[in-house]
Nanobody
Framework: QVRLVESGGGLVQAGESLTLSCIMSGYIFRIRDMGWYRQAPGAQREKIAHIVIGGNSMYINSVKGRFTISRDNANENKWYLHMTNLKPDDTGVYFC????????WGQGTQVTVSS
């Protein structure tokens, strides 16, 4: 059974950095793509970035240059979202999932950025 577990969120001040972690388990195949999604207060969940191993990566304009996706070298089921220069608009619940046709969401991890 697919299981997605996000962690690493917290309360930070604007300008600070935070790294989120995601463990994607239960897949019967090797995961070669993943995405990070964000649900801001009162808004729908949106994809903010994705990566395809051996392929492209995508970041929405508002996080481009500040957020980076990486994969753990020792555990290919573990992924990270490195976030720098955080802004209050980055506040939300962050989820990880497949980059395309996501399903079976985890609980997410809350990121709150104070001004």
């Amino acid at each position: 059974q697919v299981r997605l577990v996000e962690s690493g969120g917290g309360l930070v001040q604007a300008g600070e950095s935070l790294t989120l972690s995601c463990i994607m388990s239960g897949y019967i195949f090797r995961i070669r793509d993943m995405g990070w999604y964000r649900q801001a207060p009162g808004a729908q969940r949106e994809k903010i970035a994705h990566i395809v191993i051996g392929g492209n990566s995508m970041y929405i304009n508002s996080v481009k240059g500040r957020f980076t996706i990486s994969r753990d070298n020792a555990n290919e089921n573990k992924w990270y979202l490195h976030m720098t220069n955080l802004k209050p608009d980055d506040t939300g619940v962050y989820f990880c999932n497949r980059a395309f046709d996501p399903s079976g969401w985890g609980q997410g991890t809350q990121v709150t950025v104070s001004s």
